[in-house]
């Protein structure tokens, strides 16, 4: 199914009317793409406001206020920016038109105060921890101030926050005509987010309209064969296009580039993950899931538990960063979590390194803040098609084995959706979770129960999945037992006679009767073989 679909076609906010109604509405109703929408709507409607307009406004700028007081609930960082970005629009219409109608006058001078904008602390919080979108604020104002009506290139145009490929040549075209150069943060934003599965048509009007770099650049993006070629003055931004294009492809076109000089892992998000058994007093242990970030001159690791690096901090390698390096400074909070997601739907796998690095370790700690932001994780890459690395598999695997039976069950059921669209390497995500549980992270009942309860039976297609899952997943396991493994292999079997398969992988074979040695484990791997 195309991502470009008519019912899935963001309304375009086309009046005045509809933008005083977008920015007035309660902000449990706003969707994912709320601020992207009110700030590309703001730079095309401004010209057209009038002074009484703005005392249309006042519901708006007034919840603004009582975000920024702290007085709304269920409110985010972003929504912190997007109402410090209202509060400074309020401003600009205070000074265009001398104080508006006398109702705004009164209202702008006794409720909104100078430091309340996106110069006040709470809105510095939000700059610190979410630059891409402080990026955007920032210039919408100044464009607003200046009535400069070009496009942003990054507005979604369909949901959950792709563009149209048509749309981006398009809008790229008004800043051609305009002799205008596009802001580069935004640009990788478009970038990151513009549907490449239907290209046809976006490449021919590109070839046609587009002229010098930024027509080779989309000719690049949208071709699947075409490698890059011109001038690179915009280094970035083919950087950018690379990554979102082919992530595994190191291109030699780029070898001068900065960006070239770092670790990929570290732009790719497939940096692997390991478990640290660390012993404690009186017997006690604990097994810690971490990432192994790869040495670089750009990475700053602290150590911890016997060397092993439960944490990296990363610094953009050139006065321009990517889109992909602001993401390892990034918070992770529940509410804004999705819209950070949405930031690059068609590569999150940096994000999803970032939520292993800065929030998964003990498999037997109930977070509920972990778990809220696994939900919301996983109910985004649900809308999603992007390729899945080896992060998103390994996010998947965590996810199957969560201490959270609400996200084990819903892992299950994004692994049953990509199973039913042909685009999940099931056998990838069991070699995973072997690695994982081969030092006994979870309980494996956990995941067993899953199998039986979740993954089981949904269809053919998903039972043959399923054997190939676990086949590579038991393959992955010690030659001694791990605990609980009967009731892995219990529902190993229960998936082999539906199939009505035999085990056919020799080492999974060897393992076997390795493991029938175990009395407690004959029985069971006799009926296996």
């Known amino acids: 199914m195309p991502l470009i679909r008519e019912e899935m076609r963001i309304p375009e906010v086309a009046n005045l009317k509809g933008l005083i109604s977008l920015i007035s509405q309660p902000i449990e109703e706003n969707e994912s793409f709320h601020l992207d929408l009110v700030i590309a709507s703001l730079v095309r409607i401004h010209p057209s406001v009038k002074p009484k307009d703005a005392t249309r406004m006042i519901p708006a700028f007034e919840q603004a206020r009582l975000i920024m007081k702290d007085q709304v609930e269920g409110v985010g960082d972003l929504d912190v920016l997007l109402a410090s970005f209202l509060i400074d629009y309020a401003g600009v219409l205070f000074q265009e038109y001398e104080g508006c109608t006398p109702e705004f006058y009164e209202f702008y001078v006794n409720n909104l105060q100078v430091d309340s904008g996106i110069k006040s602390k709470k809105a510095q919080q939000s700059y610190r921890d979410y630059k891409p979108y402080w990026e955007l604020a920032k210039r919408i104002t100044k464009q607003i101030r200046e009535k400069n009506t070009l496009p942003l290139l990054s507005?979604?145009?369909?949901?959950?926050?792709?563009?149209?490929?048509?749309?981006?040549?398009?809008?790229?075209?008004?800043?051609?005509?305009?002799?205008?150069?596009?802001?580069?943060?935004?640009?990788?934003?478009?970038?990151?987010?513009?549907?490449?599965?239907?290209?046809?048509?976006?490449?021919?009007?590109?070839?046609?309209?587009?002229?010098?770099?930024?027509?080779?650049?989309?000719?690049?993006?949208?071709?699947?064969?075409?490698?890059?070629?011109?001038?690179?003055?915009?280094?970035?931004?083919?950087?950018?296009?690379?990554?979102?294009?082919?992530?595994?492809?190191?291109y030699e076109e780029f070898a001068g580039f900065p960006y070239s000089a770092v670790n990929r892992a570290y732009l790719t998000g497939d940096i692997p993950c390991d478990v640290f058994v660390f012993e404690k007093p009186f017997g006690k242990v604990d097994r810690i899931l971490q990432l192994l970030p790869p040495p670089d001159k750009n990475v700053q690791i602290q150590r911890r538990f016997g060397g092993y690096a439960l944490y990296v901090t990363y610094r953009p390698c050139s006065r321009i960063p990517l889109l992909v390096e602001t993401f390892w400074k990034m918070s992770?909070?529940?509410?804004?979590?999705?819209?950070?997601?949405?930031?690059?739907?068609?590569?999150?796998?940096?994000?999803?390194?970032?939520?292993?690095?800065?929030?998964?370790?003990?498999?037997?700690?109930?977070?509920?803040?972990?778990?809220?932001?696994?939900?919301?994780?996983?109910?985004?890459?649900?809308?999603?098609?992007?390729?899945?690395?080896?992060?998103?598999?390994?996010?998947?695997?965590?996810?199957?084995?969560?201490?959270?039976?609400?996200?084990?069950t819903n892992a299950a059921e994004l692994w049953a959706e990509f199973v039913k669209k042909g685009k999940m390497d099931s056998f990838a995500v069991g070699q995973i979770l072997g690695e994982i549980q081969s030092h006994e992270w979870s309980p494996i009942q956990r995941f067993a129960g899953l199998v039986t309860e979740d993954m089981m039976n949904i269809s053919p297609r998903h039972n043959h999945e399923l054997e190939l899952l676990l086949v590579s997943f038991l393959s992955g396991l010690p030659e001694t037992p791990v605990k609980d493994l009967k009731r892995l292999l219990e529902a190993f079997t229960e998936v082999l006679a539906v199939n009505q398969s035999k085990v056919m992988d020799a080492s999974l074979l060897s393992l076997l009767r390795k493991w029938g040695e175990n009395s407690k484990l004959q029985e069971i791997i006799e009926k296996i073989l």
């Open 155 to 250: 507005t979604p145009t369909h949901r959950p926050a792709w563009i149209d490929p048509v749309v981006l040549v398009s809008r790229l075209l008004e800043y051609q005509n305009a002799k205008a150069k596009p802001d580069n943060l935004d640009f990788q934003i478009a970038l990151s987010r513009v549907a490449l599965d239907r290209t046809k048509d976006a490449l021919r009007l590109a070839d046609k309209e587009l002229t010098g770099e930024y027509r080779e650049l989309l000719l690049f993006l949208f071709d699947p064969k075409a490698r890059p070629k011109g001038r690179f003055t915009q280094q970035a931004l083919w950087m950018t296009a690379g990554l979102v294009k082919s992530p595994e492809t190191v």
């Open 332 to 408: 992770l909070r529940e509410k804004d979590w999705k819209r950070i997601l949405l930031l690059s739907p068609n590569a999150p796998q940096v994000l999803l390194a970032l939520l292993v690095r800065d929030r998964v370790r003990d498999a037997y700690w109930n977070d509920t803040e972990l778990s809220q932001l696994n939900l919301v994780t996983l109910d985004t890459l649900r809308e999603l098609d992007f390729r899945w690395g080896k992060m998103a598999k390994t996010y998947l695997a965590i996810c199957l084995l969560s201490v959270n039976k609400t996200v084990r």
